[in-house]
């Protein structure tokens, strides 16, 4: 079964935007008792108004849910992040949008039937309002290693990918792709350098890369 979910969040920064110089998105994920929680990391740089020459970096966690039908096999689910964009709204307002799928196999009915009500729906997206407190005491469980840190604070600087992501079974196991969006005068070699993987292994994750302003390249993270 496969299903596209649409994810939506406005930003409010404290101060004047004026242009995006920078951005990324990286995601992490993992599958408890059959629901996905996971967090959308938003991070880049920023000029606050026309003339500034200076760059204000920004971070931010964007938490999300979502409720896995119980004919899910939880072990073959893949993630992917279908499409991600952006603007500038009101002046000081991020608005970001996500589109990513969840795609996994679904457990065979031995009596051969199956239920209407699951057959027309296997995944269901729920907010974080209509989640019992054992759905409440995993999502604090993903953050008690961040609880310390401010929440701008808390993510890198890199970008999230377009790849699906096959769970191996381990619900601790957490998605590491990125997706980079190039920026003006960005060059293959810069953009190389900057994550520290080797052009040609960039090149295999992107057939007829081709570098150019505003495009979205997929970038491996290479094991350290």
Excluded: Q, W
């Amino acid at each position: 079964m496969f299903v596209k979910i649409p994810f939506e969040s406005t930003i409010e920064f404290k101060t004047n935007i004026y242009e995006i110089t920078k951005m990324s998105l990286e995601h992490e994920f993992n599958v408890n008792d059959g629901v996905v929680l996971g967090n959308f990391y938003i991070s880049g740089e920023y000029r606050a108004f026309e003339v500034s020459v200076n760059k204000e970096p920004f971070k931010y966690t964007l938490p999300f849910t979502v409720e896995l039908n119980n004919r899910i096999l939880n072990d073959t689910l893949e993630f992917n992040i279908e499409d991600f964009s952006y603007d500038i709204v009101d002046n000081n307002k991020l608005k970001v949008n996500i589109e990513y799928s969840l795609e996994a196999e679904e457990r065979k009915e031995e009596d051969g039937e199956e239920k209407e009500e699951d057959r027309e729906e296997l995944f269901e997206k729920v907010s974080e309002e209509e989640l019992d407190s054992e759905v409440e005491d995993l999502t604090n469980l993903l953050e008690n290693n961040e609880e310390d840190i401010p929440k701008e604070e808390r993510i890198s600087s890199e970008e999230e990918n377009e790849v699906l992501n096959t769970i191996s079974g381990d619900d601790d196991t957490f998605v590491t792709y990125h997706v980079h969006i190039v920026m003006e005068n960005e060059t293959l070699e810069s953009i190389s350098a900057l994550y520290n993987v080797p052009a040609s292994l960039i090149k295999e994750y992107n057939n007829d890369l081709d570098i150019n302003t505003g495009d979205k390249i997929l970038i491996p993270k290479c094991d350290e």
